[in-house]
């Protein structure tokens, strides 16, 4: 198969690359990623397979109609990563999330119908489905977005679906859980955590660090995709889930542990606006129709953080 993998030299983006072109996901023909390069896109990400004679690398915007229509080409399977997804920067700067989650989507998803792509993949979030106080989230919940972050992804989730009813569109909607591995921007949770324990500095936790999150190796997650792409149905939506659910602090709890360090390293800070308490998902459907199970333990990766703590990029 042919892909164009859009935010592919992010953080989830790189590692659903690498395992493409290392063939672990199946036969590739091809692999064209395109990509704007913000903060949290890095070529460095890519350069084990940069040599690839199947791999191909665009830099620019998905809101550029003219050159998303350039890179998509006829029968292609478009895996579409690329969004801005850190909830406090949505907080203090909301629109640069509008333009790049929805409009971005919109305007790949109108090359998708117009070159009669194969498979639109859309890679979305848990956190549309709003703080879960009790049970899990399945596919049919209702949307309950809480920041701008989570709000615009749930809007992009409607987009694909319209595209499916008005256009006959084959797209697939994935919803995942909190990811960690190699080549996460260091603003996120873990490696901001790990970065700072070796500058010196402690790990700053909201509030009382009580916030719940469901955890996923990325290597899963991307083997989730690449089922929903290879067995999934047009229009259907997916939640990627490991069942693995851990409060923000013994999270922290667990990283000092391995790096050596006490709970006195740990600072609390104010909490942010409109923090949900928990997400979780109830990942059952992808489990029964499409035989996934998550396979890496949280527990055993977490002794592992010091092996890829240097390849987060800066």
Not at 1 to 7: K, N, R, S
Not at 67 to 81: K, N, T
Not at 126 to 142: F, K, L, M, Q, R
Not at 204 to 221: A, C, F, K, L, M
């Amino acid at each position: 198969m042919d892909y164009l993998v859009t935010g592919g030299a992010g953080f989830i983006g790189s590692n659903y690359v690498g395992m493409l072109l290392s063939d672990q996901l199946g036969p590739v023909d091809s692999v064209k990623v395109l990509d704007k390069l913000t903060y949290a896109g890095s070529l460095e990400n890519l350069k084990h397979i940069a040599d690839d004679p199947r791999f191909t690398f665009i830099q620019g915007d998905i809101c550029d109609e003219d050159l998303v229509d350039s890179c998509v080409d006829e029968g292609v399977v478009i895996v579409h990563f690329a969004a801005e997804s850190h909830v406090d920067r949505s907080i203090s700067g909301p629109s640069e999330f509008i333009r790049t989650n929805v409009l971005g989507t919109q305007v790949l998803l109108s090359a998708a119908v117009k070159k009669k792509v194969k498979t639109f993949l859309h890679v979305s979030t848990d956190e549309v489905y709003g703080s879960v106080e009790n049970g899990s989230s399945v596919e049919t919940d209702p949307l309950l977005p809480n920041s701008p972050y989570s709000a615009s992804k749930a809007a992009s989730d409607m987009l694909v679906r319209s595209y499916v009813q008005t256009y006959g569109l084959d797209a697939r909607i994935t919803r995942c859980c909190n990811n960690y591995g190699p080549n996460q921007y260091p603003e996120k949770f873990i490696p901001l955590s790990i970065k700072n324990l070796e500058n010196g500095k402690n790990i700053p936790i909201y509030g009382t660090g009580s916030n719940i999150r469901e955890w996923i190796h990325v290597y899963d997650h991307c083997s989730g995709i690449q089922k929903v792409i290879e067995l999934g149905k047009k229009g259907e939506i997916y939640n990627i889930g490991s069942g693995e659910e851990f409060c923000n602090l013994d999270i922290a709890k667990m990283i000092l542990s391995t790096f050596n360090f006490g709970e006195e390293r740990i600072d609390f800070v104010e909490d942010r606006l409109g923090h949900d308490l928990r997400y979780s998902i109830d990942a059952s459907k992808i489990k029964k129709e499409l035989d996934f199970t998550a396979s890496f333990k949280f527990t055993s990766e977490v002794m592992k953080f010091q092996s890829w703590k240097g390849q987060s990029h800066e």
